[in-house]
C-alpha cells in the first residue's frame, strides 16, 4: 500500500454554502461531478470532497442524526512566510469562516493560527520553518 491520503471528505449540513465557501471564498479548484449531491476540489496530491453529513454517517452506517461538536480532528494548510498565513486567515474571514485563534508564534517555532468553517471544520493555517511543507 501506497502511504498516501487521496480523498479528505468533509460531511457538512449546508452543501451549497459550504460549496461557495471553498471554491468562490478560499479559490479552491472545483472538480465538476455529473452524480451531483458532492463537491470535490481538486488540490495538489489530494482532494477535498463535501458530502451532506446525514449521508455520509448513512454510507458509513452511523445513526442518524450525528451529533455535531468537535471532532479531534484539524485540517491543516502550510503556506510559504508568516506573511502568508495572515494573509489566508483573512481570506478564509472574509469568505464567512470564523477566526478562532489568531496567528502567533508557536511553541514548536513556527507561526500558525486556527479559522472554523462555515460548517464548523476546524483549519490550522500555518508556516514551518523547518520543513517545506508547501
Do not use: C
Amino acid at each position: 500500500m501506497k502511504p498516501k491520503i487521496s480523498i479528505v471528505t468533509l460531511g457538512v449540513d449546508d452543501l451549497d454554502r459550504a460549496t461557495r465557501f471553498y471554491g468562490e471564498g478560499l479559490g479552491l479548484p472545483r472538480h465538476e461531478f455529473e452524480g451531483g449531491g458532492i463537491s470535490f476540489f481538486s488540490l495538489e496530491g489530494t482532494w477535498l470532497a463535501l458530502y451532506p453529513r446525514e449521508e455520509l454517517a448513512k454510507d458509513i452506517g452511523l445513526p442518524v442524526p450525528v451529533e455535531v461538536g468537535f471532532s479531534g480532528i484539524t485540517l491543516a494548510h502550510n503556506v510559504a512566510s508568516k506573511s502568508d498565513v495572515d494573509a489566508v486567515l483573512q481570506q478564509a474571514i472574509a469568505a464567512g469562516a470564523t477566526l478562532i485563534k489568531p496567528a502567533q508564534e508557536v511553541f514548536w517555532g513556527g507561526y500558525s493560527g486556527y479559522f472554523q468553517d462555515t460548517e464548523g471544520h476546524y483549519w490550522e493555517v500555518a508556516y514551518n520553518p523547518y520543513q517545506d511543507l508547501t
